[in-house]
């Protein structure tokens, strides 16, 4: 079945350097790749789509790549702030249906000043 | 707009009893999805809608949960009998868009059940 990895464990990280998160998935090739924030006790806030012919998007300091043949996306923050310290949650389309999405269980990231 | 809106924010029962959640979707979205989030499992899509009809339940743990959604505006998820293993929060989601465009969506503040 469809299965959508992120690392648990959280990353630690010092206010101004670049965060990079990794998704990867398996047993499927995603038509479109999507990145949420979510803040404790807070539902996930959508950041960024980046789709299977796109190889880089960006919006602000965000960075999402998508890479088919590793089946991997990585979400980069740049100039990181002790405000980007949240849960980041990667989706991707399910099996039926375009708006069906499956989630991975998010990374941790913590941005110390 | 005021986002999706979620009641009760916080919902304490006993094992058996019935619960019911409530969901606003944003108005104009005609997608509206149900998930339930735990540590152990992540967030997980339990139903989704469309045009108010149910399209997917295939997330749907057993016949003690059921979710409608009697017009465009409104949608309930109930747990009937509920159990401890039913504790988690439960996010509706709202969402437009063609069927092949995939646009992001909105979730609400969430419910945090407990079962005790």
């Known amino acids: 079945s469809q299965k959508i990895e992120q690392n648990s464990e959280a990353l630690n990280i010092q206010e101004g350097k670049t965060a990079t998160l990794t998704c990867n998935y398996t047993?499927?090739?995603?038509?479109?790749l999507q990145w949420y924030r979510q803040d404790p006790g807070r539902g996930p806030v959508f950041l960024l789509l980046?789709?299977?012919?796109?190889k880089e998007k960006r919006k602000e300091r965000l960075k999402v790549t998508f890479d088919t043949t590793l089946k991997q996306s990585l979400f980069h923050i740049t100039a990181s702030q002790p405000a980007d310290s949240a849960t980041y949650l990667c989706a991707s389309r399910g099996n039926t249906g375009f708006q069906k999405l499956v989630f991975g269980t998010g990374t941790r990231l913590l941005v110390s000043p | 707009d005021a986002g999706v809106i979620q009641s009760p924010r916080h919902e304490v029962t006993e094992m058996g009893q019935e619960v019911t959640l409530r969901c606003k979707p944003i108005?104009?979205?005609?997608?509206l999805f149900w998930y339930r989030q735990t540590m152990m499992r992540g967030l997980e899509l339990l139903i989704y809608?469309?045009?108010?009809?149910?399209?997917?339940d295939s997330g749907m743990p057993e016949d003690r949960f059921s979710a409608k959604m009697p017009n465009a505006s409104f949608s309930t998820l109930k747990i009937q009998p509920s159990e401890p293993r039913d504790s988690a929060v439960y996010f509706c989601?709202?969402?437009?868009?063609?069927?092949?465009?995939?646009?992001?969506?909105?979730f609400g503040p969430g419910t945090r059940l407990t079962v005790t």
């Open positions: 989601a709202s969402s437009s868009g063609h069927r092949d465009s995939p646009y992001e969506q909105y």
């Open positions: 047993n499927y090739s995603p038509a479109y």
């Open positions: 809608f469309n045009n108010n009809v149910p399209i997917d």
């Open positions: 108005s104009g979205h005609d997608y």
């Open positions: 980046i789709r299977e012919n796109e």
